[in-house]
């Protein structure tokens, strides 16, 4: 069955899902869209050439009247801080980025699904969901599926035991006040805090920080991340398509979890074709329920501060 990806926003971000979607194969046509053509359009010269070394898939640059027959648009559009602008400044401005593109894709009768990347992730993710009319189950954040992957890797590391074989999640918000879940980190059943040996709490206390702070690190390192939000993104997509059901922790409508209601949020879901069909309810200890409540109160107080018509 054919399938049709539409990317909008082709930085590395965009870029780098493309590329993991030529090696990959998940999709069987690729549109990329930016404000920038020419960018987009150079983009998708350079991912053909790569095709007799990769996945017979279709690529070419576009326009929003490809929207109205993709399966998924996956948002990576965003706009830089300026000099001396405020986050709640440049909050408000990706909004109205994504004011006009939500606007575009919907005058073309899109039925898909939104899959998010542009930050701060979760309040854009609600922003979608508010500004398209969409039902929650179909606007999807990447969420913390990017601060997931970076936790199972170091706690792997640290013991020496393939990353995809350790159960551990991170939730709450993409950023500062994400929330590690040591009640329920396991390898083959075991709790993660039985691992004493190799995850002293000084080492536990480290590899949360590092999963913490990794954007900041890596963007004075090399000025952005991307390669691995473009496998997690791909992961996401994959289980949409296959419709494999898989437990993503991605961004989406908390109603009544813990308390919190009428916000997006990174928590464990089922995604298939019809997206977030349903919510993980964890047993959080009394600690992680407070910093997950923490979390909501962060992004509802800057959510309250914008303008979100449709
Ligand atoms: P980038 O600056 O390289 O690319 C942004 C692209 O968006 C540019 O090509 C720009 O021309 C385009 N754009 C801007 N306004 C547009 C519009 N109105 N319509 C169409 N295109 C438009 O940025 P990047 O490094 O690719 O990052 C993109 C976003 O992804 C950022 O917000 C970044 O913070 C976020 N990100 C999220 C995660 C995550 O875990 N969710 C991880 C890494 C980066």
Known sequence: MPHRIVIIGTGLVGTSLAFALTIQGQASEIVLIDKDKDRAKGHAIDLNHGLPFAQPI??????????????????????????????????????????????????????????????????????????????????????????????????????????????????????????????????????????????????????????????????????????AIALGLSRIIESILKNQNSVLTVSTLLTDYAGISDVYLGIPAIVNRQGVVSIIDLPLDKEERQALINSANILKAQISSLHLDK
């Open 58 to 227: 279709s690529i070419r640059a576009g326009d929003y009247s490809d929207c109205a027959l993709a399966d998924i648009i996956v948002i990576a559009a965003g706009v830089n801080q300026q000099p001396g602008e405020t986050r709640l400044s440049l909050l408000q401005r990706n909004v109205d980025v994504f004011q006009e593109i939500i606007t575009k894709t919907m005058q073309e009768n899109f039925k898909g699904i939104f899959l998010i990347a542009t930050n701060p992730v979760d309040i854009l993710s609600y922003a979608t969901y508010r500004l398209s009319g969409f039902p929650a189950t179909r606007v999807i954040g990447s969420g913390t599926i990017l601060d997931t992957a970076r936790f199972r890797y170091l706690l792997g590391k640290n013991l020496d035991i393939d990353p995809r074989s350790i159960h551990a999640m991170i939730i709450g918000e993409h950023g500062d006040s994400e929330v590690p879940v040591f009640s329920t980190a396991n390898v083959a059943g075991l709790p993660i805090k039985q691992f004493k040996d190799l995850l002293s709490e000084a080492t536990l206390k480290t590899i949360v920080d590092d999963v913490r702070l990794a954007a900041y690190e890596i963007i004075k390192l090399k000025g952005a991340t991307h390669f």
